[in-house]
């Protein structure tokens, strides 16, 4: 795995203990081969949304983490934050209006930009 993946996958992972397990869930998966960027990332994704879904929220930290990634120089990790993370996430929480609106709310200017023309589509 690239490292500016890795590095974000343990930071998101340390802020949330729900992002870790799941991280550790998709490994298992899928050993003994890495996950693909896009799966791990989407299975993140849509654990956020799964989180907002239950009513909870994730850290503002994680939010933080995902703007500085979208405006990272590190294009395969714009990449897979954009297409694996956020459009999962963005997926999940148009079944529940409410929780995409919270998200929205949730998301910095780049991340919430990028959500909101994939889903205009």
Known sequence: MQQACKIFIDSIGAKSSALGT???ETNEYWEPDEPPLTSLFAALGDRIAEEFDKGGEIDRSVSDLIERAME?????????VATGLIEAMVARAETQKDTWTRIAAWLG???RRHAE???IG
Request: aromatic share 12%; charged share 20%.
């Open 22 to 24: 799941t991280y550790a």
């Open 117 to 119: 023309v994939w889903r």
């Open 109 to 111: 200017n780049t991340s």
């Open 72 to 80: 990272s120089d590190d294009e395969q990790l714009v990449t897979v």
